[in-house]
C-alpha cells in the first residue's frame, strides 16, 4: 500500500515537472497573492520594486506593505529593513534589495516576522566579464558574451536589451551592484566611440537595477589609441590624454563606475614599462576619476618567469607600495597567491597591507575546477577563504573582517568575481554553475554567510514546484527526497574536485593551456617554467611538494605569526595545503599514521567515491525535476566521472614513477594507461558530446 502511494506521489510530481531550460535562473513565475503597496516615490526602481512584489507575493493574501526611503543610524548604504510595515533604507536600491529579501524568506521558508536590519558586508559588489569585443570569452566555458559581438556589433536589438534586464534583475536580487563589461586583457578598442557608445546602452538598462558599468582599460591605450609615444603615467600628455578619455566617458556615462586594471601582469603594459611603481599607474588614474566619483581596482595579480617562487610575487611587490595609493584605488587581490587553483592558501597580502584597501577577487567561471562540465559548487571554497584567519589584529582577523572595513576604517570595501555567465539558454553551461552567480552575490552582500544557508535557498529557488506541491506530505518528501540529498551534494562537490585533482596542498598540474584535464607532466623544453606543472608540484625520487619553508622559498614568513611557524613545520601544517608549503618524503608520516604515497593515492581515490555517490544522488531525485535539466545534470555527471578516474588514474600513475610505491591494495586499480593518458590528452577527448 505504501509502495502505491509512493508511486502515485512521484507520478504526480513528475507531471508538474514541465520542460525547463533554466533561463529563469533562480527568479522563477510564481503564483502570487494580491498585495497593497504605498510608496510615495516613482521612479524607474521602486517601479521594479513594486511589480516584483506584486508578481511574487507569497505572504499574506492583501496584506499591505509600504516602501519608504529614511534616515536610520542602523542602516549603512544600500541596507534596508524589513519591518511589519515593509521595506525601509536610505535608498531606492536599498529598497530594491529589501524586497528581494523578502520575498526570498517567503520562498525559501525563512523568517519574515521581527525586525530585519540587513547592511552589506562590501560597498562595491561586482561581476568581472573577461568578454573579449569580438564576443569571445576568455575562460568563458557558456557561450559568447552578452555585451559584445562580432556581427553588427553596434546595433543594439530588443533581444539584447531584454537580455540586459534580466541580467540586471538577475545581479540585483543578489545584491551585486557593479559589472566590469570587458577582459582584464583589455583590448584598446574598448574606450572607442562605438563601444563608449554601446556601453552607454548596457548601461541604460542596468541603472533601473542598481548596477554600474565599468570597464578594464589598457595601460597602452594613450599610444594605441591616441598615437602618442609614451604610456609614462607621469608623462603630462599621458596624463592629458586620459584626462580628456574619462572627460568623454563620463560625458556618455554620467554614473561610469571606474577602471579595472592588469598591469605589468602575464605580459600586459604598465607602469613598470617606464620605471615607474603599480601606485604611480594607479594614482594617475585615480587623480583623473576623481572629480567624476569613479574608482580604480588596480590588480595585484602579477609574477614573473624569473621568481623562485611565483606565490610570493604580488606581496612582494605591493607591501612596499602599502599607503601610497590614493583612497579611490583599491587593490583586487586573487583568493590565492597563484591563481585560482582548487585549493590555496589565501592571499598573505590580506592580512597585511594596512593603509590600502584590498578587494578580494574569485573566479566564478570554473577555469581550474572543470569548466561547465564539473558540478563544483564553489561557495564552500569562498567560505573557506573569507573565514581563513590572517592575524592581522590578532586572532579573528579573517580574510572577511580585514576586506570589509570592520577592522580598520575603510572608505571603499570592495569584492569581485569573475563572471561564469554568456549566450547559453542556461546562462553559465551547467544548471548548478548558476549557483555559483547567486552565491558570490550573497556572500558580497554578507560574508558571514554560510554555504549551507546560500545552497539550501538557491536549491528551493531553482528546483521547487511551489505550484505542484502544495501539500505538507508532498513538501516532506521533496526536502528528503531532493533538497537534503542533493544540498549534501552541493557542499561536497569542491572538496570531491580537490580530492581528485589536486588533494594535499598539490596545484597547478592542469594540462596546458586549456586548464581543465590532468597534466602534472606537462613540461615542453622552452616553455617558462612557471608555466608547467613540474614547477608546481616538483615530483622526484625523494618525494614531493613545493618547499615554501624557511629552507626553501620562505614564503610562509609572508603570514603573520602564529601562522607562519604553524605553516612552517609539516606535523603542524594542514593537511589539506600541506604540500603547497612542503617538499616531503613518499614515506613521510602523515598525521593519520600512513604514508603520504598512501594518502595521495587513499584522497584520489576519494574524489572518485564522491562523484559516484554524486550521481546516484541525482538519479534518485528524478522524478523532483523536469526532463531537461535532469537529463543534463545527468549527462555532465557522467562526464565529470569519467575525467575524474582520468584524473585519478593519470596523476597517480605519473607521481607512482616517483615514489615506486604500489597503490594500497584496498583502493581501485587505475583503469587506464598513463601512456594512452598522455597520448590522448586533447581537449576534446574530454569535452562530452
Ligand atoms: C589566469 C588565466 C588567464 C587570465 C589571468 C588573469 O589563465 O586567462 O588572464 O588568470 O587573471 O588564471 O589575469
Same mark, same amino acid.
Given at each position: 500500500?505504501k509502495k502505491i ?19 529563469k ?28 512584489? !506584486?508578481?511574487? $507575493?507569497?505572504?499574506? /493574501?492583501? %496584506?499591505s506593505? #509600504?516602501?519608504? =526611503?529614511?534616515?536610520n ?15 525601509e533604507a536610505?535608498?531606492e ?25 540587513s ?14 569585443p569580438?564576443?569571445s ?12 559581438r ?5 546595433t543594439?536589438?530588443?533581444?539584447? !536589451?531584454?537580455? $540586459?534586464?534580466?541580467? /540586471?534583475? %538577475?545581479?540585483? #536580487?543578489?545584491? =551585486? ?13 574598448i ?14 538598462i ?5 548596477v ?33 578619455k ?7 556615462i ?5 577602471f579595472l586594471?592588469?598591469?605589468?601582469s602575464?605580459?600586459?603594459?604598465g607602469?613598470q ?12 588614474l ?34 612596499p ?10 587593490i583586487?587581490?586573487k583568493?590565492?597567491?597563484v591563481?585560482?587553483?582548487?585549493r590555496?592558501?589565501?592571499s598573505?597580502?590580506?592580512?597585511s ?8 577577487e ?6 581550474y575546477?572543470?569548466h ?19 592575524y592581522e ?6 580574510v ?11 572608505k ?5 568575481g569573475v563572471?561564469?555567465?554568456g ?25 558571514k ?9 538557491w ?13 505538507s506530505n ?36 592542469m594540462?596546458?593551456?586549456?586548464h581543465?584535464?590532468?597534466?602534472p ?30 629552507s626553501g ?6 603570514y ?5 611557524s ?33 594518502e ?5 581515490d ?7 555517490a ?25 562526464s565529470?566521472m569519467?575525467n575524474?578516474?582520468?584524473?585519478k ?21 587505475p ?19
Open positions: 500500500m502511494l509512493l508511486s502515485i506521489t512521484i507520478s504526480l510530481l513528475v507531471i508538474h515537472t514541465k520542460a525547463d531550460d533554466g533561463h535562473l533562480w527568479l522563477r513565475d510564481k503564483k502570487a497573492l494580491p498585495v497593497n503597496i504605498t510608496c510615495s516615490i516613482n521612479s524607474p526602481t521602486i517601479n521594479i520594486a513594486i511589480n516584483e512584489l !506584486k508578481q511574487a $507575493w507569497l505572504g499574506k /493574501a492583501n %496584506a506593505i #509600504s516602501l519608504r =526611503i529614511v534616515k543610524p542602523a542602516l549603512k548604504n544600500d541596507g534596508f529593513i524589513i519591518n511589519s510595515s515593509g521595506v536610505l535608498t536600491a536599498g529598497i530594491l534589495y529589501g524586497v528581494y529579501e523578502l520575498l526570498r524568506r517567503q520562498q525559501t521558508g525563512q523568517i519574515t516576522t521581527g525586525i530585519i536590519i547592511n552589506p558586508s562590501y560597498n562595491y559588489r561586482i561581476l568581472n566579464h573577461w568578454d573579449n569580438d564576443g570569452i576568455e575562460r568563458g566555458y557558456a557561450g559568447q558574451s552578452i555585451f559584445w562580432k556581427e553588427n556589433a553596434f543594439v536589438t530588443d533581444n539584447d !536589451k531584454k537580455l $540586459w534586464q534580466e541580467y /540586471a534583475r %538577475a545581479n540585483a #536580487s543578489v545584491g =551585486i551592484n557593479g559589472a566590469v563589461l570587458n577582459n582584464v586583457n583589455a583590448s584598446p578598442l574606450l572607442n566611440e562605438d563601444y563608449l557608445n554601446r556601453t552607454k546602452a548596457i548601461a541604460a542596468l541603472r533601473p537595477y542598481g554600474k558599468v565599468y570597464l578594464s582599460a589598457k595601460f597602452s591605450s594613450p599610444m594605441q589609441s591616441g598615437g602618442l609615444k609614451s604610456n609614462d603615467p607621469l608623462d603630462p600628455e599621458v596624463i592629458k590624454w586620459w584626462n580628456n574619462i572627460k568623454e566617458i563620463y560625458s556618455v554620467p554614473d561610469f563606475g571606474g586594471i592588469k598591469a605589468n602575464e605580459g600586459q603594459p607602469p614599462d617606464y620605471n615607474r611603481t603599480h601606485a604611480d599607474g594607479a594614482n594617475m585615480a587623480d583623473a576619476l576623481q572629480p567624476y566619483g569613479g574608482i580604480v581596482m588596480w590588480r595585484a595579480f602579477v609574477y614573473s618567469p624569473n621568481d623562485k617562487d611565483r606565490a610570493k610575487q604580488a606581496y612582494n611587490e605591493f607591501m607600495l602599502d599607503g601610497k595609493f590614493r583612497d579611490n584605488v583599491i583586487q587581490v583568493n590565492g597567491p591563481d585560482f587553483q582548487p590555496e592558501p589565501f598573505p597580502l590580506f592580512g597591507m594596512k593603509k590600502t584597501p584590498v578587494m578580494p574569485f573566479q566564478i567561471t570554473q577555469e575546477l572543470g561547465s562540465i564539473h558540478l563544483v559548487f564553489l561557495s564552500t571554497m569562498w567560505e573557506e577563504c573569507l573565514q581563513s584567519d590572517t589584529y590578532g586572532k579573528g582577523s579573517t572577511a573582517k580585514c576586506t570589509d572595513g570592520s577592522l580598520r576604517p575603510q571603499n570595501t570592495a569584492i569581485a563572471a561564469n555567465i549566450l547559453d539558454t542556461n546562462w553559465c553551461g551547467h544548471d548548478f554553475a548558476q549557483a555559483n552567480w547567486y552565491a558570490f552575490g550573497r556572500l558580497a552582500w554578507n560574508n554567510l554560510k554555504s549551507e544557508q546560500i545552497a539550501d535557498e536549491i528551493k529557488l531553482t528546483f521547487y514546484e511551489t505550484q505542484s506541491i502544495t501539500s508532498n513538501k516532506l518528501a521533496w526536502e528528503q527526497n531532493f533538497l537534503n540529498p542533493v544540498k549534501q551534494m552541493m557542499l561536497e562537490s569542491r572538496e570531491a574536485a580537490v580530492n581528485y585533482m589536486t588533494p594535499l596542498g598539490l596545484h597547478h598540474i594540462s596546458a593551456n586549456e581543465y584535464g590532468p597534466g607532466w606537462w613540461a615542453p623544453a622552452r616553455m617558462r617554467a612557471d608555466w608547467t606543472p613540474p614547477y608546481y608540484h616538483k615530483a622526484d625520487s625523494t618525494g614531493l611538494g613545493f618547499n615554501r619553508t624557511k622559498s620562505d614564503a610562509v614568513s609572508q603573520n605569526e602564529p601562522l607562519a604553524q605553516l612552517n613545520n609539516p606535523n603542524t601544517c594542514p593537511d589539506n595545503v600541506l604540500l603547497w608549503f612542503h617538499h616531503l618524503p613518499w614515506n613521510f608520516k602523515m598525521k593519520s599514521g600512513k604514508t603520504l604515497w598512501d595521495l593515492c587513499i584522497h584520489y576519494k574524489g572518485i567515491q564522491q562523484v559516484r554524486f550521481q546516484k544522488i541525482w538519479d534518485k531525485a528524478e522524478a523532483y525535476v523536469d526532463k531537461e535539466r535532469f537529463e543534463k545534470v545527468q549527462r555532465k555527471l557522467r565529470q569519467n575524474a578516474v582520468l584524473w588514474d593519470g596523476c597517480l600513475l605519473y607521481f607512482q614513477q616517483f615514489s615506486k610505491m604500489p597503490i594500497p591494495a584496498y583502493l581501485e586499480r583503469v587506464n594507461n598513463l601512456d594512452d593518458i598522455i597520448k590522448n590528452d586533447t581537449p576534446q577527448r574530454r569535452r562530452p558530446a
